[in-house]
């Protein structure tokens, strides 16, 4: 009987950790698929970052919007309550990332 046991604890302890190893998997590949830059820049030296960072930067991945950036002080303080944009057919009402909502 205290084998059976036993059996029966090892057999529940193979299962979750298979069940463990494939979710960690699933979650590796979903990571690298969402996020594979950040993957990338992890892999590569010190040396090597700013062209990671650029390669961000180039391609949108990364908005970095500086208060000394001429967008920001442009549009800081500016509100856009109300405003409707009438292009074609629909109406779309315009929110601004600086409001202060």
Same mark, same amino acid.
């Given at each position: 009987?205290?084998?059976?046991?036993?059996?029966?604890?090892?057999l529940w302890m193979l299962i979750l950790a298979l069940i463990i190893g494939f979710l960690l998997? !699933?979650?590796?590949?979903?990571?690298?698929?969402?996020?594979?830059?950040?993957?990338?820049?992890?892999? =590569? &030296?010190? +040396? @090597?970052?700013?062209? !990671? #960072?650029?390669?961000?930067?180039?391609? &949108? %991945?990364?908005?970095?919007?500086?208060?000394?950036?001429? &967008?920001?002080? @442009?549009? =800081? &303080?500016?509100?856009? @309550?109300? !405003?409707?944009?009438? +292009?074609?057919?629909? @109406? !779309?009402?315009? %929110? #601004?990332? =600086?409001?202060q909502r």
């Amino acid at each position: 009987m205290a084998t059976d046991e036993k059996a029966r604890k090892r057999l529940w302890m193979l299962i979750l950790a298979l069940i463990i190893g494939f979710l960690l998997l !699933v979650s590796l590949v979903l990571q690298l698929l969402t996020s594979p830059i950040e993957s990338l820049k992890l892999l =590569l &030296g010190a +040396d @090597e970052e700013p062209m !990671v #960072n650029e390669l961000r930067m180039d391609y &949108g %991945f990364t908005q970095l919007l500086q208060e000394t950036d001429e &967008g920001y002080t @442009e549009s =800081l &303080g500016q509100q856009y @309550e109300g !405003v409707i944009l009438k +292009d074609g057919s629909r @109406e !779309v009402v315009y %929110f #601004n990332q =600086l409001d202060q909502r």
